[in-house]
Protein backbone atom coordinates (compact mmCIF):
# COMPACT_ATOMS: atom_id res chain seq x y z
CA UNK A 1 0.00 0.00 0.00
CA UNK A 2 1.03 4.05 -0.83
CA UNK A 3 2.46 5.35 2.62
CA UNK A 4 1.83 9.05 0.83
CA UNK A 5 -1.02 9.71 -1.92
CA UNK A 6 -0.84 12.90 -3.55
CA UNK A 7 -4.22 12.61 -5.81
CA UNK A 8 -3.99 15.82 -7.38
CA UNK A 9 -0.97 15.64 -10.56
CA UNK A 10 -1.42 19.30 -11.29
CA UNK A 11 -3.29 22.03 -9.92
CA UNK A 12 -3.88 25.97 -10.91
CA UNK A 13 -3.81 29.01 -8.83
CA UNK A 14 -4.62 32.73 -9.53
CA UNK A 15 -2.13 34.90 -8.48
CA UNK A 16 -3.01 36.19 -4.44
CA UNK A 17 -4.89 33.49 -4.24
CA UNK A 18 -5.24 30.63 -1.53
CA UNK A 19 -4.63 26.93 -2.64
CA UNK A 20 -4.99 23.72 -0.91
CA UNK A 21 -2.60 20.80 -1.81
CA UNK A 22 -4.17 17.38 -0.85
CA UNK A 23 -2.10 14.60 0.94
CA UNK A 24 -3.42 11.11 2.14
CA UNK A 25 -0.92 9.39 4.21
CA UNK A 26 -0.84 5.58 5.74
CA UNK A 27 0.83 4.06 8.90
CA UNK A 28 -0.30 2.16 12.25
CA UNK A 29 3.02 4.02 13.79
CA UNK A 30 1.36 6.39 16.70
CA UNK A 31 4.74 8.33 16.62
CA UNK A 32 5.47 10.16 12.89
CA UNK A 33 5.63 13.05 11.50
CA UNK A 34 4.86 14.62 7.97
CA UNK A 35 6.96 17.19 5.56
CA UNK A 36 5.67 19.04 3.05
CA UNK A 37 8.75 19.96 0.22
CA UNK A 38 8.84 22.04 -2.41
CA UNK A 39 10.74 21.67 -5.91
CA UNK A 40 11.38 24.19 -8.57
CA UNK A 41 12.67 23.26 -11.80
CA UNK A 42 16.09 24.29 -10.75
CA UNK A 43 15.31 20.64 -8.79
CA UNK A 44 16.55 21.61 -5.61
CA UNK A 45 13.99 19.83 -2.50
CA UNK A 46 13.31 23.17 -0.22
CA UNK A 47 11.30 22.06 2.91
CA UNK A 48 8.04 23.87 3.75
CA UNK A 49 6.54 22.79 6.89
CA UNK A 50 6.44 20.30 9.32
CA UNK A 51 3.70 18.72 11.26
CA UNK A 52 4.57 16.16 14.39
CA UNK A 53 1.53 13.61 14.82
CA UNK A 54 1.29 14.75 18.71
CA UNK A 55 1.12 18.26 17.85
CA UNK A 56 -2.38 19.83 18.70
CA UNK A 57 -2.09 22.58 17.21
CA UNK A 58 -2.01 23.00 12.82
CA UNK A 59 1.45 24.17 11.64
CA UNK A 60 2.05 27.23 10.18
CA UNK A 61 5.22 28.71 8.53
CA UNK A 62 4.42 32.13 7.33
CA UNK A 63 2.27 31.35 4.10
CA UNK A 64 2.06 27.93 4.66
CA UNK A 65 -0.30 26.34 6.85
CA UNK A 66 -0.74 22.29 7.41
CA UNK A 67 -4.37 21.37 7.82
CA UNK A 68 -3.82 17.84 10.05
CA UNK A 69 -6.98 15.65 10.09
CA UNK A 70 -5.55 12.54 11.93
CA UNK A 71 -8.62 10.86 12.10
CA UNK A 72 -8.75 11.15 8.51
CA UNK A 73 -5.01 10.27 8.05
CA UNK A 74 -4.99 14.00 5.64
CA UNK A 75 -2.11 16.78 5.43
CA UNK A 76 -3.54 19.31 3.29
CA UNK A 77 -1.06 21.86 2.45
CA UNK A 78 -2.55 25.73 2.26
CA UNK A 79 -0.84 28.31 0.51
CA UNK A 80 -1.78 31.53 1.27
CA UNK A 81 -1.72 34.73 -1.46
CA UNK A 82 0.26 32.44 -4.04
CA UNK A 83 2.86 34.51 -5.87
CA UNK A 84 4.60 33.41 -9.17
CA UNK A 85 7.47 31.82 -7.47
CA UNK A 86 5.00 29.34 -5.83
CA UNK A 87 5.29 27.49 -9.03
CA UNK A 88 6.70 24.38 -8.34
CA UNK A 89 6.11 20.59 -7.72
CA UNK A 90 5.03 20.12 -4.13
CA UNK A 91 5.76 16.76 -2.40
CA UNK A 92 4.07 15.57 0.82
CA UNK A 93 6.49 12.98 3.19
CA UNK A 94 6.34 11.15 6.11
CA UNK A 95 8.42 9.75 8.42
CA UNK A 96 7.72 7.07 11.15
CA UNK A 97 9.28 7.18 13.99
CA UNK A 98 8.80 4.03 15.48
CA UNK A 99 9.92 2.26 12.01
CA UNK A 100 13.60 1.19 13.21
CA UNK A 101 14.38 2.62 9.49
CA UNK A 102 13.24 5.95 9.84
CA UNK A 103 12.97 7.17 6.30
CA UNK A 104 11.14 8.89 4.49
CA UNK A 105 8.27 7.87 2.54
CA UNK A 106 7.17 10.74 -0.21
CA UNK A 107 4.34 10.74 -2.57
CA UNK A 108 4.43 11.34 -6.03
CA UNK A 109 4.10 15.30 -5.70
CA UNK A 110 1.80 18.11 -7.02
CA UNK A 111 2.72 20.22 -9.86
CA UNK A 112 1.56 24.16 -9.20
CA UNK A 113 1.40 26.59 -11.34
CA UNK A 114 0.67 30.25 -10.37
CA UNK A 115 -1.59 32.21 -12.95
CA UNK A 116 -0.18 35.84 -13.14
CA UNK B 1 25.41 25.77 8.79
CA UNK B 2 26.32 24.92 5.03
CA UNK B 3 24.11 22.88 2.87
CA UNK B 4 24.50 19.65 2.01
CA UNK B 5 27.13 19.16 -0.92
CA UNK B 6 26.57 17.13 -4.25
CA UNK B 7 28.72 16.04 -7.39
CA UNK B 8 28.85 16.99 -9.96
CA UNK B 9 25.79 18.08 -11.35
CA UNK B 10 25.20 16.78 -14.01
CA UNK B 11 26.52 13.65 -16.23
CA UNK B 12 26.23 11.77 -19.60
CA UNK B 13 27.33 8.40 -19.99
CA UNK B 14 26.86 5.79 -22.48
CA UNK B 15 24.71 2.79 -21.13
CA UNK B 16 26.87 0.15 -19.23
CA UNK B 17 29.83 2.30 -18.56
CA UNK B 18 30.52 2.86 -14.77
CA UNK B 19 29.92 6.68 -12.73
CA UNK B 20 30.41 7.78 -9.14
CA UNK B 21 28.12 10.64 -7.33
CA UNK B 22 29.29 11.79 -4.44
CA UNK B 23 27.74 13.98 -1.37
CA UNK B 24 29.29 15.62 1.74
CA UNK B 25 25.80 16.22 4.14
CA UNK B 26 25.58 19.04 6.91
CA UNK B 27 27.89 18.54 9.50
CA UNK B 28 26.78 16.77 12.57
CA UNK B 29 24.19 14.99 10.60
CA UNK B 30 24.17 11.43 11.55
CA UNK B 31 21.41 10.22 8.78
CA UNK B 32 22.40 9.92 5.10
CA UNK B 33 19.69 9.38 2.45
CA UNK B 34 20.47 8.84 -1.48
CA UNK B 35 17.10 8.96 -3.25
CA UNK B 36 16.41 8.26 -7.28
CA UNK B 37 13.83 10.28 -8.87
CA UNK B 38 12.74 9.74 -11.97
CA UNK B 39 11.54 12.42 -14.23
CA UNK B 40 7.55 13.11 -12.84
CA UNK B 41 7.87 10.94 -10.02
CA UNK B 42 8.87 11.68 -6.13
CA UNK B 43 12.12 10.87 -4.59
CA UNK B 44 12.55 6.72 -4.13
CA UNK B 45 14.62 5.70 -1.68
CA UNK B 46 17.99 3.70 -2.52
CA UNK B 47 19.85 3.90 0.61
CA UNK B 48 19.81 4.84 3.87
CA UNK B 49 23.13 5.52 6.60
CA UNK B 50 23.39 6.03 10.27
CA UNK B 51 26.66 7.05 10.46
CA UNK B 52 29.04 4.52 8.46
CA UNK B 53 26.25 1.78 8.87
CA UNK B 54 23.55 0.90 6.78
CA UNK B 55 19.78 0.86 7.93
CA UNK B 56 18.08 0.92 4.85
CA UNK B 57 19.17 -1.17 1.20
CA UNK B 58 15.98 -2.90 0.54
CA UNK B 59 15.46 -0.62 -3.15
CA UNK B 60 19.11 -0.64 -4.40
CA UNK B 61 19.62 -2.62 -7.06
CA UNK B 62 22.49 -4.30 -5.82
CA UNK B 63 23.92 -5.88 -8.74
CA UNK B 64 24.64 -2.61 -9.93
CA UNK B 65 24.29 0.02 -7.48
CA UNK B 66 26.53 0.26 -4.65
CA UNK B 67 27.10 3.33 -1.65
CA UNK B 68 29.76 3.61 0.75
CA UNK B 69 29.86 5.94 3.90
CA UNK B 70 33.41 6.09 5.12
CA UNK B 71 33.85 7.38 8.52
CA UNK B 72 30.21 8.32 8.81
CA UNK B 73 30.71 12.09 6.88
CA UNK B 74 30.89 11.71 3.16
CA UNK B 75 29.30 9.11 0.93
CA UNK B 76 29.70 7.69 -3.08
CA UNK B 77 26.84 6.09 -4.85
CA UNK B 78 28.13 3.97 -7.74
CA UNK B 79 26.23 2.72 -10.73
CA UNK B 80 28.35 -0.25 -12.20
CA UNK B 81 26.76 -0.93 -15.42
CA UNK B 82 24.62 1.61 -15.75
CA UNK B 83 21.40 1.19 -18.07
CA UNK B 84 19.07 3.34 -19.97
CA UNK B 85 16.57 3.08 -17.53
CA UNK B 86 18.96 4.82 -14.79
CA UNK B 87 18.37 8.10 -16.28
CA UNK B 88 17.23 10.18 -13.49
CA UNK B 89 17.87 12.99 -10.78
CA UNK B 90 20.16 11.14 -8.15
CA UNK B 91 19.31 13.38 -4.34
CA UNK B 92 21.76 12.77 -1.45
CA UNK B 93 19.87 14.29 1.90
CA UNK B 94 20.96 14.39 5.17
CA UNK B 95 18.99 14.56 8.82
CA UNK B 96 20.36 15.06 12.70
CA UNK B 97 19.35 11.52 14.12
CA UNK B 98 16.17 11.16 15.28
CA UNK B 99 17.11 10.77 18.79
CA UNK B 100 17.54 14.12 18.44
CA UNK B 101 14.17 15.37 18.07
CA UNK B 102 12.15 14.80 14.64
CA UNK B 103 13.81 16.83 12.12
CA UNK B 104 13.28 17.63 8.35
CA UNK B 105 15.55 16.18 5.78
CA UNK B 106 17.75 18.52 4.00
CA UNK B 107 18.65 18.06 0.29
CA UNK B 108 21.71 18.48 -1.74
CA UNK B 109 20.76 20.46 -5.25
CA UNK B 110 21.28 16.52 -7.20
CA UNK B 111 23.05 14.98 -9.95
CA UNK B 112 20.99 14.99 -13.20
CA UNK B 113 22.37 11.63 -15.16
CA UNK B 114 21.83 10.95 -18.60
CA UNK B 115 22.07 7.10 -20.24
CA UNK B 116 22.88 7.27 -23.66
Known amino acids: AQKITQTQPGMFVQEKEAVTLDCTYDTSDPSYGLFWYKQPSSGEMIFLIYQGSYDQQNATEGRYSLNFQKARKSANLVISASQLGDSAMYFC?????????????FGTGTSLTVIP | EAGVAQSPRYKIIEKRQSVAFWCNPI?????LYWYQQILGQGPKLLIQFQNNGVVDDSQLPKDRFSAERLKGVDSTLKIQPAKLEDSAVYLCASSRFLGQGNTEAFFGQGTRLTVV
Open chain 2, 27 to 31: SGHAT
Open chain 1, 93 to 105: AMRELANTGNQFY
